[in-house]
Nanobody, 124 residues
Framework: VQLQASGGGSVQTGDSLRLSCAASGGSLRIYNVAWFRQAPEKELEFVTSIKGSGVTTYYADSVKGRFTISRDNAENAVYLQMNGLKPEDTAVYYC??????????????????WGQGTLVTVSS
């Protein structure tokens, strides 16, 4: 499966953005999907993930209550709604997919498929 992330941009503190992760070459419904981000000079960081059914989600503490992950298996896509953006949310955001697994999978090494990344810049 190939993934393509989009929707990034430059916004002000408190603004919202919606990122999309579109899949091709396979059905995304069989995969768990996560969003990771990498800020300048920092390591890749887990943001959120969603199971194939869309029922179970996980969030990093830093985004809990502000970000919402969702999926539309009919559209073969996963979305990340980001509200209340802060300068520390500035990063390149990547979507990633892996086969179904129990529990939280927050390590980038556990994801086999990656999108190309989309840049989010939040200015104060």
């Amino acid at each position: 499966v190939q993934l393509q992330a989009s929707g990034g941009g430059s916004v002000q503190t408190g603004d919202s953005l919606r990122l999309s992760c579109a899949a091709s070459g396979g059905s995304l419904r069989i995969y768990n999907v996560a969003w990771f981000r990498q800020a300048p000079e920092k390591e890749l960081e887990f943001v959120t993930s969603i199971k194939g059914s869309g029922v179970t989600t996980y969030y990093a503490d830093s985004v809990k209550g502000r970000f919402t992950i969702s999926r539309d298996n009919a559209e073969n896509a996963v979305y990340l709604q980001m509200n209340g953006l802060k300068p520390e949310d500035t990063a390149v955001y990547y979507c990633a997919a892996r086969g179904r697994a129990v529990g939280l999978r927050a390590s980038p090494d556990e994801y086999a498929y990656w999108g190309q990344g989309t840049l989010v810049t939040v200015s104060s």
